[in-house]
Nanobody, 124 residues
Framework: QVQLIESGGGLVQAGGSLRLSCAAS????????MAWFRQTPGKEREFVAS????????NYADSVKGRFTISRANANDTVYLEMNSLKPEDTAVYYC?????????????????WGQGTQVTVSS
């Protein structure tokens, strides 16, 4: 069991940067594959990035590759999403997600644990 709390969202101008954090509670954070998804009204939740349980492998959506970086610090049970060169189309609610087994996935139903989400708004 793991609980997730996101922070770091906000309003930023196009071209700017934000860093999202996701703090996890539970003693087995290092056992979870972690990911970030985002969602806009009327659309399905969209995969953004994922990172393996020990941080040795990452995966990114094509739309954010080269601009976003996912990382994790198992020592303090936190996963991060560094977002640079932000675009208005990055505007969404961003969710942190966790899945217990090692196989990384881009499909949101595969993740059993979710945070409450944090709003990111990029103005043009």
């Amino acid at each position: 069991q793991v609980q997730l709390i996101e922070s770091g969202g906000g309003l930023v101008q196009a071209g700017g940067s934000l860093r999202l954090s996701c703090a996890a509670s539970g003693r087995t954070f290092s056992s979870y594959t972690m990911a970030w998804f985002r969602q806009t009204p009327g659309k399905e939740r969209e995969f953004v990035a994922s990172i393996s349980s020990i941080g040795d492998s990452t995966n990114y959506a094509d739309s954010v590759k080269g601009r976003f970086t996912i990382s994790r610090a198992n020592a303090n049970d936190t996963v991060y999403l560094e977002m640079n060169s932000l675009k208005p189309e990055d505007t969404a609610v961003y969710y942190c997600a966790a899945k217990l087994f090692s196989a990384m996935s881009t499909n949101w139903p595969d993740y059993g644990y979710w945070g409450q989400g944090t709003q990111v708004t990029v103005s043009s």
